[in-house]
């Protein structure tokens, strides 16, 4: 069983500061010599990178369209292990599901599936006695919702704190910190993704130890690790990458090499999927699209996942040497796994800026944000996927690329035309899929990197 302390840092509704209040409380965590584990619900990248860069290993995504509610509870174990408290940060409002369901999906049920005390995070810039009709809301809309207490932010001054912990004081909720609208504290911008994050910017290193800073003075932690060291005991054992995968890949010599776009710490995949093809036998190698010019020695296969921002492409494109270096791999017959801003670099094109030139296609910048989970078929026969599998996995870019498709699809899905191209031992798409729901793509790719030339 796992008996790790763990709380959940949620918020009314997007906007009330819940990402930069669960960094800051990960660094300040650190900072008193705990080592903390970090968790995002949903399939945000950014979120998690920065939970990550904050509590010192890698952050990690909770999803139960991605992976299943059942795995939820397992993968929080995995990667909780070794940890003194486990944080996460929900998504959107506490009720709210991203998918739709909220009933599945939510924040609040998330929190229920981990037995885990819920810390609100209240934007008052605006607010006063009126804070205590919210806070009731939220903590007896759901009965089994265990409400641990609240963080109030953008307080204007002491009167303003004053008016607001009377008002709580009176419905029985405590009040763990209060920030002032003077202290905010601004990450980096979201287009820029985990970029920040993987190079370990100046500018992410910098906020994440001013957050740290501000809730070490801001927050009563004493109290709040009191409410989260009191949670139940989990049943679910830790989910194992060993044991999803089974029977590791047999190798007629050497373990290929597999690289894997990312930084020194942090990669653009999700953790689990690195875990995965370690376990299925191959050896990883990171490769840093934007500053190193070649792949790593012995490169068999690369995976570029969806953390990569879009912003960044213009760079991409400008890496002439790596850029030809990943299109003599793919056009060798390596396995290439390509989501979205690796899709549009194995383009022609994009913004008529030369790409890789493996897919007869081009890429332009959209006005419009496509974003949202896809329920997905397999159309073609890849080094990921059988003709006719069924993933689950997550869309979020701002371009198109036209056609949509070669000769041989990736995915098509209901009310959707088929997307993404399978070439050779290339497959490319806007999809980003959590292989932690699929580990079988893992074992697939590992064994096609094994004989690929």
């Known amino acids: 069983m796992t008996a790790i302390p763990r709380f959940i840092v949620a918020s009314p509704s997007s906007g009330h500061g819940k990402t930069a209040v669960t960094a800051g409380l990960l660094a300040a965590l650190s900072s008193r010599g705990l080592k903390p584990a970090a968790f995002k619900v949903g399939p945000d990248y950014v979120d998690a990178g920065y939970l990550g860069l904050a509590g010192g290993r890698v952050g990690r995504n909770l999803d139960p369209q991605l992976t299943s509610p059942a795995l939820l509870s397992q993968l929080f174990a995995h990667g909780s292990q070794g940890a003194d408290v486990a944080v996460v940060e929900g998504t959107l409002g506490l009720f709210d599901g991203l998918g739709g369901r909220a009933d599945t999906e939510s924040t609040a049920q998330v929190a229920g599936m981990l037995r885990a005390p819920v810390i609100l995070v ?59 609208r003077r202290d905010q504290v601004v990450l980096p911008p979201r287009a820029q993704g985990l970029v920040p994050v993987v190079e370990r910017s100046v500018e992410a290193v910098r906020a994440i130890r001013r957050l740290g800073e501000l809730m070490l003075d801001s927050v009563d932690l004493d109290r709040l690790l009191g409410i989260c060291r009191s949670v139940p005991p989990l049943t679910s054992e830790p989910w194992s990458a060993e044991s999803a995968i089974g029977d590791p890949v ?42 190193d010019s070649a792949l790593p020695a012995g490169t068999k296969a690369l995976v570029f996942g969806g953390g990569f921002p879009e912003q960044y492409v213009d760079e991409l494109s400008a890496n002439e040497e790596l850029r030809d270096a990943v299109a003599e791999l793919a056009r060798s017959g390596a396995p290439v796994v390509a989501e979205s801003s690796g899709f549009l670099w194995l383009t022609k094109e994009y913004d008529n800026r030369p790409m890789g030139g493996v897919l007869d296609a081009e890429a332009h ?14 159309q073609s026969t890849s080094v990921i996927a059988d003709e006719g599998d069924e993933m689950t996995g997550h869309k979020g870019h701002r371009s198109m690329v036209m056609p949509r498709t070669g000769d041989a699809p990736a995915w098509q899905w ?34 096609a990197a094994d004989v690929s030339t």
């Not at 942090?266 to 689990?272: G, H, I, L, N, W």
């Not at 910048?365 to 496509?370: D, G, H, N, P, Y």
């Open 122 to 180: 209240v934007d008052c810039g605006f607010t006063g006695q009126s804070v205590a009709a919210l806070v009731h809301g939220f903590k007896s809309f759901h009965e089994p919702l265990w409400l641990g207490g609240v963080i109030l932010t953008r307080v204007v001054s002491d009167r303003h704190e004053h008016i607001l912990r009377e008002a709580l004081d009176a419905i029985e909720v405590p009040v763990l910190g209060v920030l002032r």
């Open 414 to 447: 209901d009310g959707g035309q088929p997307e993404g191209y399978v070439w050779r031992n290339v497959h490319a798409s806007y999809l980003n899929l959590h292989w932690a729901g699929y580990p079988r793509i893992a074992h697939r790719l590992v064994a």
């Open 250 to 291: 047999e190798f007629e010599g050497e373990p290929p090499l597999i690289a894997v776009a990312g930084g020194s710490i942090f990669s653009y995949s999700y953790a689990e999927s690195l875990e995965l093809m370690t376990a299925a036998g191959a050896e990883i190698a990171v490769v840093d699209p934007l500053r």
């Open 365 to 378: 910048s959209a006005s419009m944000l496509v974003l949202g989970y896809r329920n997905a078929v397999a």
